[in-house]
Nanobody
Framework: QVQLVESGGEPVEAGGSLNLSCVAS????????LGWFRQVPGKEREGVAN???????SYADSVKGRFIISKDNAKNTFYLQMNSLKPEDTAMYYC???????????????????????WGQGTQVTVSS
């Protein structure tokens, strides 16, 4: 059984940084399509970042240049480093993983929640001004 567990979300002041982690069990991250999404109550889930099966990373325009997605296959863990945080980054953040290999890039890679088979339970990030 595949399980994804996020951690690292916490309250932070604007301009600060956080590093979210997603530990996968029953699943290997090597060569897989991985992503991060976020959701604010009352709004649709928004794609934030994607690391495709070829290792290419893509980002939503709203976080480009501030967030970095990465992974450590030896630990079956992937990360979202978030820098220069803004109040509008406040959301529940979810990690997601695909069973099949995918090689999308750009907005096509970031935005499609339907590409993912497994989801974490979420970790709350709150950025105060």
């Amino acid at each position: 059984q595949v399980q994804l567990v996020e951690s690292g979300g916490e309250p932070v002041e604007a301009g600060g940084s956080l590093n979210l982690s997603c530990v996968a069990s029953g699943y290997t991250t090597g060569g897989k399509n991985l992503g991060w999404f976020r959701q604010v109550p009352g709004k649709e889930r928004e794609g934030v970042a994607n690391l495709n099966s070829g290792g290419y990373d893509s980002y939503a325009d709203s976080v480009k240049g501030r967030f970095i997605i990465s992974k450590d296959n030896a630990k079956n863990t992937f990360y979202l480093q978030m820098n220069s945080l803004k109040p509008e980054d406040t959301a529940m953040y979810y990690c997601a993983a695909s069973q099949r290999k995918l090689y999308k890039i750009g907005s096509f890679a970031v935005s499609n929640a339907g590409d993912y088979d497994y989801w974490g339970q979420g970790t709350q990030v709150t950025v105060s001004s």
